[in-house]
């Protein structure tokens, strides 16, 4: 058997492992309820219940947020709080997250686009919540709209609908990951999602969001690029990243390196986790550039060019 045909079996077996690691748990629907934990940033309607789960690896509450174990049977009605093996119930409820739109006017930065006549067939369209975004693509553009883009694998703002929203080429959602490719496929992508990122880098900007869910494809699948360009709010996993959303919370290029590491774990996968606890493995040889991804510290952590090498010896 070929080293690609080894990879996507490995691939297949690590994803059928935690899918029925998915099936059996109560966690979250639909063999389970909602539940909230500290860095999670929405919650669906207003009747759940709250069950904080301290992460201490070995007990039960550390295996639950692995998925390795259920939560415990509780009182549908309660909420509660487990420390270790601990199962208490939690008096005084914390209130839910809140999350104030903090849109700004960016009547000002959409001035300067052209109006583009919007065919669905062509166009992707979205709402701009952040001037930061328009000058963040206008920047990957040589400054003007539409410009000449600097990266194959940054998104190119086209102009603006009639209403004021972003006009876009139309891509592929993530969706093409759902399927298992071959070793040389995902290579592939990985070194384009690499040039995408110097190329904010070389600009100074810091995604701050990057993950699966932004990123689109041509539609044959040839080419991957990065999305979504706000840099206002994003992931919080790098362990040097505040769990608790605040503006301006720290996101470096180094902080992008590390969520950098967790997007090839979601694109081998072709998912997103329960939770950022789940031991997601990625098969070899993708698996010593994903380690490297994620050290702890920041400043062990390899740049962009010494990653892209790693990948290109493959």
């Known amino acids: 058997m070929a080293r690609g045909d080894f990879f996507m079996v490995a691939v297949r077996r690590l994803r059928a492992a935690y899918q029925e690691l998915r099936d059996a748990t109560n966690l979250v629907p639909p063999g389970g309820q909602y539940v909230v934990w500290n860095d999670m940033d929405t919650v669906d309607g207003e009747n759940c219940r709250i069950i904080r789960l301290a992460d201490i690896p070995g007990s039960l509450s550390g295996d639950v947020l692995r998925l390795k174990r259920n939560l415990p049977p509780l009182d549908a ?133 990057l993950r699966i869910d932004n990123l689109v494809f041509s539609h044959d699948g040839s080419r991957l690029l990065i999305c979504d360009l706000e840099s206002r709010w994003g992931n919080r996993l790098a362990p040097e990243i505040p769990r608790r959303p605040v503006p301006g919370a720290g996101w470096t290029e180094k902080s992008d390196i590390y969520d950098l590491g967790m997007t090839i774990k979601g694109m081998i996968y072709g998912n997103t986790p329960i939770t950022n606890l789940i031991e997601w493995n990625v098969p070899a040889p993708l698996d010593a550039v994903v380690a490297a991804c994620l050290r702890v510290a920041p400043e062990d952590r390899p740049s962009l060019d010494e990653i892209y090498d790693m990948v290109k010896n493959i």
């Open 77 to 209: 009605e309660g909420d509660y709080i487990i420390v270790g093996n601990g199962v208490y119930y939690l008096p005084n409820p914390p209130p839910f997250p809140r999350f104030d739109n903090d849109s700004e006017d960016v009547s000002a930065a959409l001035a300067s686009l052209p109006v583009i006549a919007v065919d669905v067939f062509e166009h992707f369209t979205k709402k701009c919540k952040y001037a930061s975004e328009i000058q963040n693509l206008l920047a990957c553009q040589g400054g003007s709209c539409p410009g000449v883009p600097k990266s194959a694998h940054v998104v190119q703002l086209l102009g603006k609908s009639p209403d004021g929203e972003l006009v876009f080429e139309q891509f592929a959602p993530r969706h093409v990951l759902a399927a298992v490719h071959p070793l040389a496929k995902y290579k592939e992508w990985i070194l384009q999602l690499i040039n995408g990122l110097r190329t904010l880098h070389s600009l100074e900007i810091v995604h701050r969001d």
